[in-house]
């Protein structure tokens, strides 16, 4: 994030909310750049770092600023940050719009709205990924308010979604809040190719999980078009530069802070990306094709008899997962099967779609290891599909004890658009961890219906 930032060429001061264990990381990864840190050593859950947000006031060098604008260390700087400031021209809160306050998802704060309006009317909400205002007594009092209310629900246990829906719901009640100035220079996850002319992009969801992040930094980068910068143009690109002063050289003068909440661990990581080296012993089931006899290139019967011979217990769930299964084969060039039940399930696959191409992890603890099986599946790992940066159309899971791995994992694979398929969504444990995903990702629905075993999502 700091890396776009400077990219650039701003000069407006960039102001680092942390704590002293990472201003040391960040000092240490960008010797020399001009950053100045604001450090609270309380901040020791996510909790606290997402309401921490609030405390830009207790800064002590604040009143040198005019203007704020806080943004999230999960976002990157297409352009100089200018435009934000410029844009800060009344005595309220300036956010991208986005959503609807009274969605069933509690991202904008639907309980708090209606537990002190049960008519409240539905409006459009906003993200506090990006916030503008000018250093007002006003917006302290109101930032105050905020603190106040997150932190009585939080030590009640009764935070419903983090801190996102307290800012909706105390700046949209007292209208302080511009939804649609900010929509112009900042947006969370658009394509790459409707990024053009934004100054930053945010990458929503999933916080505590640093790999999808730069997964997603990566990823966008690589299909962004990045304007041409003046000073590498050549005197055949443009008429006569010599009269025009690069962005360096124009600079900013105003005396402006932007402040960033890196607190606690949000970009850290979790303990379920570490992984385990443990490898079975098991041989795979070698799926025989028989292109003899299309369209079905993989006998089913003779298959499911073969898995019933060594596991008497085995039984494929046809009635809840055929229909998704041939669905997903036909709209998939690439599909990814992550544990469980997969010998049945792959059959089906390539019987109905005989180009698609299959990669199966067995185990979700398997380090390493890669087996061409045929010309339609390997056998392979997480972390070799990871390490190889591969990406697929159609992802799998079946996963009952290291759920929140296969779950990262597959958010990791998943191409843009992507369809997650979550197995075993009957067990309350798989599918309140999956349920939180969903959440924090903002997953869609997906193009085939849920089933009484199965939750269909798309990733954007």
């Not at 199966?360 to 390997?378: D, F, M, P, R």
């Not at 009952?400 to 994992?409: A, P």
Request: hydrophobic letters at 35%.
């Amino acid at each position: 994030m700091l890396n776009s930032y400077f990219d650039t060429g701003a000069t407006v001061d960039f102001l680092v909310y942390t704590t002293t264990e990472y201003r040391a990381t960040i000092e240490s990864r960008l010797p020399g750049k001009p950053v100045k840190f604001f450090e609270k050593n309380f901040v020791k859950t996510m909790n606290h770092a997402r309401i921490s947000k609030v405390d830009i006031f207790d800064y002590p060098e604040i009143a040198n600023y005019d203007k704020i604008v806080y943004i999230d260390a999960d976002t990157m700087f297409l352009s100089d940050p200018t435009p934000l400031f410029d844009t800060i021209l009344n005595d309220v809160v300036y956010a991208s719009g986005e959503g609807n306050i009274l969605y069933e998802g509690n991202y904008w704060g639907k309980y708090l709205f209606l537990k002190n309006d049960a008519n409240y009317p539905d409006q459009e909400g906003f993200s506090v990924s990006c916030m503008g205002f000018k250093n007002l007594p006003e917006i302290k009092k109101l930032f105050s308010k905020i603190k106040q209310a997150f932190y009585l629900d939080m030590y009640q246990n009764k935070l419903a979604f983090y801190d996102q829906p307290y800012f909706n719901m105390i700046l949209i009640t007292n209208n302080m809040v511009n939804k649609t100035d900010f929509k112009r220079h900042v947006l969370s996850r658009p394509a790459p190719e409707n990024a053009t002319g934004l100054v930053a992009v945010h990458f929503a969801g999933c916080p505590g999980h640093a790999q999808i992040k730069l997964d997603l930094f990566a990823e966008f980068k690589s299909k962004y078009v990045w304007p041409i910068k003046e000073e590498a143009m050549t005197t055949e690109d443009t008429m006569s530069t010599e009269d025009q002063g690069s962005t360096e050289d124009q600079g900013s003068t105003q005396d402006q802070g932007s402040t960033e909440d890196q607190g606690s661990t949000e970009d850290q990581g979790s303990t379920e990306d570490q992984q385990s080296s443990e490898q079975s012993s098991e041989e795979p089931v070698v799926f025989s094709i028989d292109e003899s006899s299309p369209p079905q290139l993989i006998d089913e019967a003779r298959l499911h008899a073969h898995i019933q011979s060594t596991n008497p217990g085995y039984h494929f769930h046809d009635s809840s997962k055929r229909a998704n299964l041939v669905s997903a084969a036909v709209a998939s060039k690439t599909t990814c099967f992550l544990c469980g039940d997969t010998a049945i399930p792959s059959a089906i696959v390539i019987n109905n779609n005989n180009q698609i191409k299959i990669s199966i992890v067995e185990h979700a603890t398997q380090s390493s290891g890669k087996q061409i099986l045929n010309e339609h599946i390997e056998l392979s790992s997480i972390d070799e599909l990871l390490s190889q940066g591969r990406k697929f159309d159609t992802i799998i899971c079946d996963e009952r004890e290291h759920i929140e791995r296969v779950i990262v994992s597959a958010l990791r694979l998943a191409a843009p658009s992507a369809t997650i398929i979550m197995n075993g969504i009957e067990n309350l444990h798989v599918s309140a961890t999956w349920q939180k995903y969903v959440d924090m990702m903002g997953l869609r629905p997906g193009p085939f219906p849920d089933t009484e075993t199965q939750s269909v999502r798309t990733i954007l």
